[in-house]
């Protein structure tokens, strides 16, 4: 059972609630609003907040507002003495409390009270557990649909990643994980345009009028498709701003620009560019030149946050002979990485170099072998068990609470 944190500035009204409910709860009790911030602050979570309304230094409305900041899953209650209307509705509306009740409170409708307060903590906790594992779920599910069907640039999402979420801590992003799971889903886009074109655009290759309107509408029509997904709605706008230029120019066509547009696009549109260019062969210095001489295009502050922003810590093709291991695809497994691009004995890609190995990932590569052939050895890596996790969950503890 979850516990109870009683706060009262008055040491012999706390003693009373313990002896009325040690029995029934799991009780913390915290003499006035320092000792009951310093409890919540402690890592203890709890289910019911009941707070008293006059306390020195800090009434019960201001408590319960921190501790709404302090643990949001915390179902809160206010006692008091004054019963007055404008205290009520200051309760509701500033502290959004969960029940206001009056002294002398009789110790059944506290209890009542603080049941229904475990009954509505549960309900939030399962409703984010839910919504945890179902974002999660989705997110998992498009990656892998993403590296089947744009195998070359998913297995560079990777070094996007990891470059934007750099430029972003760099910048003090308040929501890093939004920007994070844009970049793993900024491709899905590419499933409204044919294989072959998608191919065309990654060599350079020089495209019609129609085919080039095509390409520049992949990342608008990525966030329509995440953007039906709960709790992704400023995901799906980074997506569709991520190749929008800061001066208004590009896509989209419309009036968003400068602050205007996402500060997520921002990042990832500076990110992105970055890693196409470094990719292309260019060298940190001259890629960051080429984006310098690209005018109207970025963001100022995050241009040079970019420009000082270091490599990603580990690329795929920086693991150590210790760490590799040379495999046929039976040898495959999931939850290794590829450090080497898989083709087909006809030197086609179908997976790129950087892809995790997971379930839907081997199935593909198994049937591939076994109608076209792939070239081996392949050359992977084994993950450690927390790397994988980090990177199948996406942000999975900090997903929620940023959604919040």
Same mark, same amino acid.
């Not at 992003?173 to 793993?184: F, G, L, T, Y």
């Given at each position: 059972?979850?516990?109870?944190?009683?706060?009262?500035?008055?040491?012999?009204?706390?003693?009373?609630?313990?002896?009325?409910? $040690?029995?029934?709860?799991?009780?913390?009790?915290?003499?006035?609003?320092?000792?009951?911030?310093?409890?919540?602050?402690?890592g203890d979570g709890f289910g019911v907040v009941v707070a008293d309304m006059n306390m020195p230094g800090m009434n019960g409305i201001e408590f319960?507002?921190?501790?709404?900041?302090?643990?949001?899953?915390?179902?809160?209650?206010?006692l008091t003495g004054n019963a007055d209307q404008y205290t009520a509705i200051s309760a509701v509306n500033e502290g959004h409390i969960f029940r206001?009740?009056?002294?002398?409170?009789?110790? !059944?409708?506290? !209890?009542?009270?603080?049941? @229904?307060? /475990? +009954?509505?903590?549960?309900?939030?906790?399962?409703?984010?557990?839910?919504?945890?594992?179902?974002?999660?779920?989705?997110?998992?599910?498009?990656? !892998?649909?993403?590296?089947?069907?744009?195998?070359?640039?998913?297995? +560079?999402?990777?070094?996007? +990643?990891?470059? &934007?979420?750099?430029?972003?801590?760099?910048?003090?992003?308040?929501?890093?994980?939004?920007?994070?799971?844009?970049?793993?889903?900024? =491709?899905?886009?590419?499933?409204?345009?044919?294989?072959? =074109?998608?191919?065309?655009?990654?060599?350079?290759?020089?495209?019609?009028?129609?085919?080039?309107?095509?390409?520049?509408?992949?990342?608008?029509?990525?966030?329509? /498709?995440?953007?039906?997904? %709960? $709790?992704?709605?400023?995901?799906?706008?980074?997506?569709?701003?991520?190749?929008?230029?800061?001066?208004?120019?590009?896509?989209?066509?419309?009036?968003?620009?400068?602050?205007?547009?996402?500060?997520?696009?921002?990042?990832?549109?500076? &990110?992105?560019?970055?890693?196409?260019?470094?990719?292309?062969?260019?060298?940190?210095?001259?890629?960051?030149?080429?984006?310098?001489?690209?005018?109207?295009?970025?963001? %100022?502050?995050?241009?040079? &946050?970019?420009?000082?922003?270091?490599? %990603?810590?580990?690329? %795929?093709?920086?693991?150590?002979?210790? !760490?590799?291991?040379?495999?046929?695809?039976?040898?495959?497994?999931?939850?290794?990485?590829?450090?080497?691009?898989?083709?087909?004995?006809?030197?086609?890609?179908?997976?790129?170099?950087?892809?995790?190995?997971?379930? @839907?990932? /081997?199935?593909?590569?198994?049937?591939?072998?076994?109608?076209?052939?792939?070239?081996?050895?392949?050359?992977?890596?084994?993950?450690?068990?927390?790397?994988?996790?980090? $990177? +199948?969950?996406?942000?999975?503890?900090?997903?929620? @609470?940023? @959604?919040?």
């Amino acid at each position: 059972m979850a516990k109870i944190l009683f706060v009262d500035d008055d040491a012999s009204i706390l003693a009373a609630f313990q002896r009325q409910f $040690r029995k029934k709860f799991a009780i913390e009790t915290a003499v006035g609003p320092e000792q009951g911030i310093a409890a919540l602050e402690s890592g203890d979570g709890f289910g019911v907040v009941v707070a008293d309304m006059n306390m020195p230094g800090m009434n019960g409305i201001e408590f319960l507002r921190e501790t709404e900041r302090i643990q949001p899953e915390a179902v809160r209650l206010m006692l008091t003495g004054n019963a007055d209307q404008y205290t009520a509705i200051s309760a509701v509306n500033e502290g959004h409390i969960f029940r206001f009740l009056t002294k002398p409170c009789p110790s !059944e409708a506290l !209890e009542a009270a603080i049941e @229904a307060g /475990l +009954r509505q903590h549960e309900l939030i906790v399962s409703e984010r557990e839910l919504l945890e594992k179902t974002l999660n779920g989705c997110v998992q599910a498009l990656s !892998e649909i993403i590296a089947l069907i744009e195998p070359r640039g998913f297995g +560079r999402s990777r070094a996007l +990643r990891e470059t &934007a979420l750099l430029i972003a801590s760099d910048l003090s992003a308040e929501k890093p994980w939004e920007i994070e799971m844009a970049a793993m889903l900024s =491709l899905i886009g590419n499933v409204a345009i044919p294989a072959e =074109l998608a191919l065309k655009a990654r060599l350079g290759h020089t495209l019609s009028e129609t085919e080039q309107r095509m390409v520049d509408r992949t990342c608008e029509i990525g966030g329509q /498709l995440l953007s039906h997904i %709960p $709790r992704l709605n400023n995901v799906s706008r980074i997506v569709r701003y991520r190749d929008k230029h800061f001066d208004g120019t590009g896509f989209p066509v419309d009036d968003v620009a400068g602050e205007k547009l996402p500060f997520g696009a921002r990042v990832l549109k500076a &990110a992105a560019d970055l890693c196409h260019l470094e990719a292309a062969g260019l060298s940190r210095a001259d890629a960051v030149e080429r984006m310098r001489s690209r005018k109207g295009w970025y963001d %100022p502050a995050v241009l040079e &946050a970019t420009a000082t922003a270091p490599p %990603p810590a580990k690329t %795929p093709g920086g693991a150590s002979e210790s !760490e590799s291991a040379a495999v046929t695809v039976k040898g495959l497994a999931v939850g290794q990485e590829l450090l080497s691009d898989v083709e087909s004995v006809a030197g086609v890609l179908v997976v790129a170099a950087g892809n995790l190995v997971t379930p @839907a990932l /081997l199935e593909r590569l198994r049937n591939f072998a076994l109608l076209n052939g792939v070239k081996e050895p392949i050359h992977v890596r084994q993950l450690p068990r927390v790397e994988t996790l980090e $990177r +199948r969950s996406i942000a999975r503890h900090r997903s929620l @609470a940023g @959604a919040r």
